[in-house]
């Protein structure tokens, strides 16, 4: 009897620390902007502004990132970690910021480990930056501070003698479909198909996701379809599925999936100011120019790793309100030395609108020195069209806008 009381008390326990979790984040989120569950109070386009942690048994087949020294602090935070990355560019380009040297986002991450029977079962996981939007930079400091990824994760305990996982995720987080389940470009100069193929990265809501019997990877979410740092009481606009499998062969590894993605988000068009394809902020943060739209999504993605070699991509089309859209992306990499990688990648999207298209095809040369420095050069050849007729474009109708971009990376994890 008296065992069995304080297994209750300390489960209630930590059902109260998953509580008070969940209620600083919405604490924290909320400095941002609040938005109410009518759909008539989402932000308007003409005034709104604008790496997940390793957790017990990943759901997905990318490896777990180095641990982290523990920090050891008093009371509650006695197991918290702390680590982030400072992004530092130069960039040479016959169009936009050109021979110049600039700091491209500080992030610093925050998690905090939730233990049950001194086994961790979920974290609290906070990501905070300063950065520079991309072709917007003040290359003298920081233009803006945003909170990234924000969530609270926990072990759900179902299925646990099937070598079956169930997480269940509340709080800011990467949409789990196409390649961003497995592959995070934050940090990276390229980024995947996202900022032309969803006009977002991560969104507020709820997500469970897990594995079943060792093998099945899936992700099911809820969200809110208005970018990260709006909170919405009630995350019903964006609905995203993805299966996944990962197959090992005498040929490599083989992490194949399939995803649905439904939902109000960003329209997303050639970028007015620059004339090319929008890019989104390490951070995610989303400035939805021409407001928001339905959009469907049926997302192909696979990864392929043999011995030295990796190869990636996503294959994304479907429908923005009535207009038929598609795109690809896919990226190589080989490693031909210890810490020397040459890569090489293509990325092509159709707005769907006349004949408006962004490619951009890139090749260059990562150098690592262990996890930590990484230092990444990278040549870009970027093509972009504007509709010949467009509702969203019509002061730039037929125009062409071709550049070629030269950019350093130095890249400090800490």
């Known amino acids: 009897m008296i065992k069995n009381i304080a297994q209750l008390l300390l489960i209630r326990r930590n059902h109260r620390r998953f509580l008070i979790c969940v209620s600083f984040l919405i604490a924290l989120m909320s400095g941002s902007r609040f938005c109410s569950a009518d759909p008539s109070d989402l932000p308007d386009a003409s005034t709104t ?49 050109t021979n110049s040297p600039y700091v491209q986002s500080v992030e610093l991450d925050l998690q905090e480990p939730l233990d049950y029977h001194q086994v961790q079962q979920g974290s609290v996981f906070v990501q905070m930056f300063g950065e520079n939007p991309p072709d917007v930079i ?22 646990t003698d099937t070598d079956s996982t169930a997480y269940v995720k509340v709080g800011q987080f990467p949409l789990p479909v196409g390649l961003m389940a497995t592959y995070d470009t934050h940090q990276e100069i390229l980024q995947s198909l996202y900022p032309e193929g969803l006009g977002e990265r991560t969104d507020w809501g709820a997500s469970i996701d897990g594995r079943f019997y060792g093998v099945l990877d ?6 809110a379809g208005t970018g990260p740092g709006n909170i919405y009481v009630i995350p019903d606009r964006v609905v995203s599925f993805r299966l996944g499998r990962l197959f090992l062969t005498q040929y490599g590894d083989f992490n194949v999936g399939g995803s649905l993605l439904g939902g109000r988000l960003p ?30 999504r049926i997302i192909g993605d696979g990864q392929w790793t043999f011995r030295n070699m990796t190869a990636r991509g996503e294959a994304m089309f479907g429908t923005d309100t009535n207009t038929r859209v598609l795109g690809s992306f896919v990226e190589s990499e080989y490693t031909f030395a210890p810490g020397l990688a040459a890569v090489f990648a293509n990325t092509y999207w159709n707005y769907g609108r006349g004949d408006s298209t962004s490619s951009d095809i890139s090749g260059g040369l990562n150098i690592s020195y262990g996890r930590d420095v990484v230092v990444r050069t990278l040549y870009e050849f ?33």
């Open 382 to 414: 970027q093509r972009d069209v504007i509709a010949n007729y467009s509702s969203l474009t019509s002061p730039l109708a037929s125009s062409v806008n071709r550049r070629q971009i030269f950019t350093v990376q130095f890249l400090l994890r800490f």
């Open 267 to 296: 329209v997303t068009e050639v970028d007015p100011t620059t004339g090319f394809a929008p890019m989104l902020p390490p951070s995610g943060k989303v400035t939805p120019k021409y407001g928001y739209e339905e959009k469907s």
């Open 218 to 223: 899936y992700n099911f979410a809820v969200t």
């Open 138 to 159: 003040h290359k003298y400091g920081i233009k803006e501070f945003a909170v990234g990824e924000a969530y609270v994760s926990y072990r759900l305990p179902v299925m």
């Open 49 to 97: 502004s604008a790496a997940a942690p390793a957790q017990t048994d990943l759901p997905t087949a990318a490896p777990a990132p180095a641990s982290k020294p523990t920090i050891v602090l008093p009371s509650a935070l006695s197991h918290l970690l702390i680590d982030g990355a400072l992004d530092l560019r130069f960039r040479n380009s016959n169009s936009g910021l």
